[in-house]
């Protein structure tokens, strides 16, 4: 079955880089999806990954996938207070037609001033 | 903002009542998905449809129901309700085939006294 692991809590300093991490145990994955949350609001697409990549970059956010050991990661550089929210890993198993996401617990980033 | 509109945005109903959350997609996709998101089951996929047919199912009560209407907006239906049906319910919508990345609502905070 699909099982997606994230720690629960990051605390960075303000203009640190955070790693978030996670990982997951289905390896048919074709996509994996990192979503941002914030305080009483919905799920932000922040940034995916084709399961046939090794990373990607864009602006701030930088996302490993290591599909041998079926971890990802999401890398923020120079890490704002605004970056403050709960960050979901997702992986899309990609069904022929259903292509439901399967979230992880969330990782609650704490960005100190 | 994500294209995608959910309504109410607040529901505050007794134990045993019925209601109607509505999501209506970004232009132009034609798949739909429903998420609860609750503390002690974190996010969970519920029900997708596409183009107005059933796709796939989740962690969906048989109690829930939920349908898409030919201009594609669609309806979760909650009845009998229980107090652990209190939860954020999100709608997402996605292209469908071949483009299935989802984009979020603002969700539906649902409160059962």
């Known amino acids: 079955g699909e099982d997606v692991e994230q720690s629960l809590f990051l605390s960075v300093r303000e203009g640190d880089s955070s790693v978030i991490n996670c990982t997951y145990t289905?390896?048919?994955?074709?996509?994996l999806y990192w979503y941002k949350q914030e305080p009483g609001a919905g799920l932000q697409l922040l940034t995916y990954i084709f399961s046939n990549m090794d990373m990607k970059q864009d602006q701030r956010l930088t996302v490993l996938l290591n599909k041998k050991d079926k971890h990802l990661s999401l890398r923020i550089a120079d890490t704002q207070t605004g970056d403050s929210a709960i960050y979901f890993c997702?992986?899309?198993?990609?069904?022929?037609?259903?292509?439901?996401?399967?979230f992880g617990t969330g990782t609650r980033l704490t960005v100190i001033p | 903002d994500s294209g995608v509109t959910q309504t109410p945005k607040h529901l505050i109903t007794a134990t045993g009542q019925r209601v109607t959350l509505r999501c209506s997609p970004r232009?132009?996709?034609?798949?739909v998905y429903w998420y609860q998101q609750s503390l002690d089951q974190g996010l969970q996929f519920l029900i997708q449809y596409y183009n107005g047919e059933e796709r796939a199912k989740g962690n969906i009560l048989e109690r829930f129901s939920a349908q898409q209407f030919p201009d594609l907006h669609s309806e979760l239906n909650l009845s009998s309700l229980e107090l652990g049906d209190s939860a954020l319910y999100f709608c997402?919508?996605?292209?469908?085939?071949?483009?299935?990345?989802?984009?979020f609502g603002p969700g539906t905070r649902l409160l059962v006294l």
């Open positions: 232009s132009g996709d034609l798949s």
């Open positions: 997402a919508s996605s292209l469908g085939p071949g483009e299935e990345t989802q984009y």
């Open positions: 289905d390896s048919s994955s074709t996509y």
């Open positions: 997702a992986e899309s198993i990609g069904r022929t037609g259903a292509n439901n996401l399967f």
